[in-house]
Structures are given as C-alpha cells and as structure tokens.
C-alpha cells in the first residue's frame, strides 16, 4: 500500500462565500475545489468533489491516488474556521481590532509584515493554549 501524497489546499475569502483549491501538481484530478459559506463548509465541499473524483475514475477504470490535504488559510477563511473572535484576538496580539475584522472580511489585504504579526499570535495563543490545563473537579474551597 501506499503512502498518500500531501497536497496543498488554499483556503480563501470570497466576497459571499469562502473557496478552497489545489496548489501545484494534482496528480491528474482536475476540477478538484470546494466552495461554501463558511470555511467549514467549503472544505466539506472539497472532500465531497474529491469523493466524486474518485468515484468517476473508479468507474473510468483508473487509479484514484491516495491524496492528504494540508489547508492553508487565509485570515478570514482562518477565522472562519477556527471560530476566534476577531476582536478578542487582536487585543491578544496587540492589533487594531477594526483593522483585523477588515482583513478577516477582505475588505483590506495586510502587508507581510502585519501577516507575519498575525502568524506570531497564533504560535503564542497556540503556545498559551496547550499550557493551560484544566482542573478535573472543583477546588473544595470554593464549594
């Protein structure tokens, strides 16, 4: 059996609606994209086009490669996802929370350096995040 191929998957913003599509060499699969309301939604697409694909090419005789998909995220599609409030983040890292819904939305495209802002607070929120551990009962003073 095979290893399956990694192939690389953009994630972005749309004006109504969230769209991802396949980066470089496709193995052959053509068409392969998905599109939705939510970025959720539009990745669920992409599995089901991709189910599709290869049920046509089952039923062409052909080979279906094994495909692992990497989703790369704009910021909005990011948000979208992961369902982070846009405001509380950026007070978390330090931006302007008006500007950061702008660029959530697409109505402004950030410049590298502001991405590579943006990047940073998600490693430290990240980082923050698998830090923090929950206790597993209540602490018995404050019963």
């Not at 046509?56 to 990497?70: I, N, V, W």
């Amino acid at each position: 059996m095979s290893m399956a191929k990694k192939i690389q998957v953009i994630v972005e913003t749309g004006k109504d609606m969230f769209a991802c599509f396949m980066v470089g060499a496709n193995d052959g699969l053509t068409g392969l994209h998905g599109d939705g309301k939510t970025a959720r939604k539009a990745i669920s697409n992409f599995y089901e086009c991709y189910e599709e694909e290869k049920q046509f090419c089952q039923t062409e005789g052909k080979e279906t490669p094994e495909l692992e998909f990497e989703f790369i995220f704009d910021i909005g599609a990011f948000f979208s996802y992961y369902l982070i409030n846009v405001s509380a983040f950026a007070e978390y890292a330090g931006m302007n929370a008006s500007l950061l819904r702008q660029y959530a939305c697409g109505l402004k495209s950030p410049t590298k350096a502001t991405i590579d802002k943006i990047r940073a607070a998600v490693d430290n929120y990240r980082k923050d995040i698998a830090a923090g551990l929950l206790i597993d009962r209540p602490v018995p003073q404050y019963i």
